[in-house]
């Protein structure tokens, strides 16, 4: 019995059952409308694995979620709920932006300051969210949903300005080259050409995406975080915050404070996340119709991963897989690939049904005790 | 002068119709003790229920309270996990959030075949059917759902204020157990104000689609859930309070609209103003937003 329940207990069998049953219900969904479950699945997997240009692109587009994932889990294990995210996200994006274009230094100063722009612009952000939680008691949702929308027109200003628009487009210049991503850099070099030239497997997974190294930074952080909570002081005062507010605060722990840092590390890794998309992926920033989701579907990730930010890694290259693979199921048999939003929603709503673990090993344990009754 | 003016009444009290159903929606589920993150969701489905029913059925009407039933069923989900279940609210509400846009996404892609739907044959009425009968007034000819937002605001004010049944939703939201040793049924006060919250958010993005445009595009609902849940905290969780909070982002909208692109101000700036002005006003007015206490703490017998 002890084992069973000790692997019902783990988040990870919980995750895996969730998604089975994301999948099924999506199945039931797409068997309902006409549609043969089998085949869109099989369709969406060919989308995802079929060639390992499409895995790069998976990894590209996991790499910014991972981050807002681990973004919003680790303020959900101090007991605050970050939906300023996005946001974050976006003012990482606006500071990446403009001191990319503002200066020019050689590319290994240029390249880390455009990084640590975007990340203390994040950091500070959200650090205004904390800062107004702490000291006039304003709640973070309703702070995070305003700033969200504040960054959104301050990106779409910034974009306008005559310093940064470049004409006849709805975007900002490009940052300047010595910003970039070095696997950008290197590929678009004399030397990096000329491997591209010639060996067919680099030009597939990385002269024909953008590839970059935004995944090794989201993989660095994620075992960071996870470090900083599990073995130090601060990590253990914080989630002690996030168990028991008034325990802690009478235990001597200075909750203000940690509400400040908390949300001044959130959304420093909001901020990195937008930035990495900048040196990364986009190279410019775009004026914006309506919000991206880069934060709101960090919010998912970080709910599929049941709050563990490396569990935000695999959560966010299943988000990533799902979403890009989604895509093909439109195109070649025309099933809607809103199917995958769908699916997504079903595996963290289950996800939220979590606290159902302890009921059902309770239910179990109790049936084993009365046998030994018998 | 008077004909700006006018205007910009008519449009404050157009833009904060939707709001005001989904916020007086969240404000019945929030008393109750069930936080709503997933009014945004609910507002969707609603937006795009109404659409496809007001299109087959040939009838706004039958659209807007297929709306209804729609976002109900929704919440009939959150309700589930929230109080049968004892899921983290906020997380039942972000999946909600996911799983109503991807089925209004969806289901308007079955019905239409494309997420840009075609005009429905005739929109919901305004209040009077010709609005020169108003003379020089004939912008304040509002929106028939403006209309029963406002009658609905009283109704709860007066249900909050006036009767046993406010009493008890208010006792299951602050001291759920004592309301319970004291006979009251908990879960099924929460579930009838969870639901209702949902069936008011689904008319909310149906008078969105239905009376504001007429027909249903996927930004439709693009962070109007979230401006309702944050006019609940904003108007203190009072009914009036919510309203008027509604009134105010429909003013914010109203004015970047009159205001927009004009070479005083750029209109993205103008268009931060309001929610720059949030913050403001709960830093240096309202300060400390006490809810109801039980809110987003599930009950367990």
Known sequence: MDRVSKILRSQFTFAVIAIFIGFLVAALVLGATGYNP???????FKGMFSKPRYIMNIII???PIILTGISFAFALRVGLFNIGVEGQY????????????LFDFPSYIQFPLVLLAGTLAGGLYGAISGLLKAKRGIHEVITGIMFNWIAFYAGNYIVNLERFHEPGTTTT???NASGLDPIYNWKMSEAGLEVIRNNEFIREVIGKTSANIGIIIAIIVALTIHFILKNTTIGYELRAVGMNKHASEAAGINVAKNTIQTFLIAGAIAGLSGALSITGVSHRLFELMAQENYGFNGLSVALMAGGSPIGCIFAGLLFAGLTYGGGTIQLEIGAPS???DILIGTIVFCMALVSLIPLIINKINQRGGKKDVK | MLSKLLLLISNTVMYSTPLAFGALGGLISEKSGVTNIGLEGMMTIGAATGVSAAYLSGSPWVGFLCAGIAGALMALLHAVASISFRADQSVSGIAINLLGAGASLFLVRIVFGSLNTPPVPKKLPRIFSDSSVLGAFS???????????FILMLVIWFIFAKTKWGLRISSVGEHPRVADSLGLNVYKIRYICVITSGFLAGLGGASMTLSILSNFVPTAISGHGFIALTAVIFGKWKPV??????????LAQALVIQLGGGSLLSSQIVAMLPYVLTVIVLVVFVGRSVGPKASGVPYEK
């Open chain 1, 173 to 175: 210049y490009q940052i």
């Open chain 1, 38 to 44: 089998l085949e869109v699945y099989s369709i969406l």
């Open chain 1, 90 to 101: 976006i003012v990482g994006t606006i500071a990446a932006a403009v001191v990319g274009i």
């Open chain 1, 338 to 340: 809103e199917i995958i």
């Open chain 1, 61 to 63: 587009k996991a790499s």
């Open chain 2, 241 to 250: 309070g919510v309203y008027l909070s509604c009134l105010f982002f429909g």
């Open chain 2, 139 to 149: 912008r304040l000819n509002f929106e028939v759902t403006a209309v029963i937002a």
